[in-house]
């Protein structure tokens, strides 16, 4: 071998060795950003394009799978639906404490709330006992 290829020869070596080193910087970056990602990103990257949820019959548990979703926000919607009935209106989630329009602009288009009949979109009561009117279905009576 004479004196000009092993300068050839060093030479692609060391842009081999460059290229292999770049490549492990960059796969090493690119693991480091993903592992510092927030959870609510990392979630949302999880849930698949086509999952839509009714968050009139959703689960707390089910209500996770959607984008921002923790066990504590999962549980106010359900909370907040017992409490004031099914959702009209997708919109009307941002009712619940912690969704604001960010978040709302993150779910818009995994949610959605099927049409309730009317007496079924109202909170359930009990029989109550005294002065208060008794409510039954959402209807009053004395």
């Known amino acids: 071998m004479n004196e000009r290829e092993k300068t050839v020869l060093i030479f692609l070596s060391a842009v081999l060795l460059i290229g292999a080193v770049i490549n492990v910087f960059k796969s090493w970056q690119l ?21 839509v949820i009714d968050i009139n019959s ?7 799978a959607l984008p921002g ?16 009935g099914a959702f009209k209106d997708i919109a009307e989630i941002c009712n619940v ?3 604001g329009p960010k978040k709302f602009a993150a779910l818009k ?12 979109s109202r909170p359930q009561f ?5 002065d208060a009117t008794i409510r039954r279905k959402g209807i009053k009576t004395r």
Do not use: M, N, W
């Open 69 to 84: 979703i923790g066990p504590v926000l999962a549980q106010r919607i359900v909370s907040y639906r017992e409490k004031h």
């Open 31 to 51: 693991r480091h950003r993903l592992a510092s990602l927030p959870l609510e990103l990392k979630r949302a990257t999880s849930v698949p394009a086509d999952t």
């Open 58 to 64: 959703a689960t707390a548990e089910q209500l996770e």
């Open 126 to 130: 009990t029989e109550q006992t005294g």
């Open 97 to 99: 404490s912690g969704i």
């Open 109 to 120: 288009e995994f949610i959605t709330c099927k049409q309730v009949r009317d007496d079924e």
